[in-house]
């Protein structure tokens, strides 16, 4: 099935620091990512939509100025927390979708610690 | 309102019990549904898709009622192994643009 690589799997960072989470579709082209945050015992909250090669689309609430999302090619997206403080620790997980499927492929998520 | 609303559980049961799930979704333009599995801080895992005709892969069953707009799914003869938080998502939006996903319901199968 299609693989998508998320890295890194755990991250640790102090407050004000910006970290960047990459997701790789290794055997599919991912013309839609989707990008969502889960905190513990909640569900995944859908954060942005990004259809490669044009702006992200942000769910309501979600501040595009401190979650940057690059999706140039068909096999890249990137999330960026910028100034990262504690409250935004949590689990961060990209799933891609090839044209119009219904089927999405999950990265394994990204464990974000903010101290 | 919630996109997606589902009982959080957790639902305990003996091994070999028959449990059922279910979800209501909100948006009647609905596209398709799925249920997803998830382990313990761990990525969903596709279950099966749901049909408006209903289908079953082995001991789970899922079922679609889009007049009263919500989904089910039935495991049968419950394992160990069944022991995960099973999410309903929902699709909506032009050209499948949006995936909604439900709080979770947790089963905890007991020896």
């Known amino acids: 099935g299609a693989v998508v690589s998320q890295h890194p799997s755990r991250v640790i960072c102090k407050s004000g620091t910006s970290v960047k989470i990459e997701c790789r579709s290794l055997?599919?082209?991912?013309?839609?990512m989707f990008w969502y945050r889960q905190f513990p015992k909640q569900s995944l909250m859908l954060m942005a939509t990004?259809?490669?090669?044009?702006?992200?689309?942000?769910e309501q609430g979600v501040e595009k100025d401190k979650f940057l999302i690059n999706h140039a090619s068909l096999t890249l997206s990137t999330l960026t927390v910028t100034s990262a403080h504690p409250e935004d620790s949590s689990f961060y997980i990209c799933?891609?979708?090839?044209?119009?499927?219904?089927?999405?492929?999950f990265g394994s998520g990204t464990q974000l610690s903010v101290l | 309102r919630k996109e997606v609303e589902q009982d959080p559980g957790p639902f305990n049961v003996p091994e070999g019990a028959t449990v059922a799930f279910n979800c209501t979704y909100s948006?009647?333009?609905?596209?398709?549904f799925f249920w997803y599995r998830q382990d313990c801080r761990k990525e969903p895992k596709l279950l099966m898709s749901?049909?408006?005709s209903g289908n079953e892969d082995g001991r789970f069953t899922a079922q679609l009622n889009r007049a009263s707009q919500y989904i089910s799914l039935l495991i049968r003869d419950s394992k160990l192994s069944d022991s995960a938080t099973y999410l309903c998502?929902?699709?909506?939006?032009?050209?499948?643009?949006?995936?909604?996903f439900g709080s979770g319901t947790k089963l905890n199968v007991k020896p």
């Open positions: 799933s891609g979708r090839q044209g119009a499927g219904e089927k999405l492929f």
């Open positions: 055997d599919f082209q991912a013309t839609t």
């Open positions: 990004s259809n490669e090669g044009s702006k992200a689309t942000y």
């Open positions: 948006n009647s333009a609905s596209q398709s």
């Open positions: 749901v049909y408006s």
């Open positions: 998502v929902v699709n909506v939006g032009y050209n499948f643009n949006k995936f909604y």
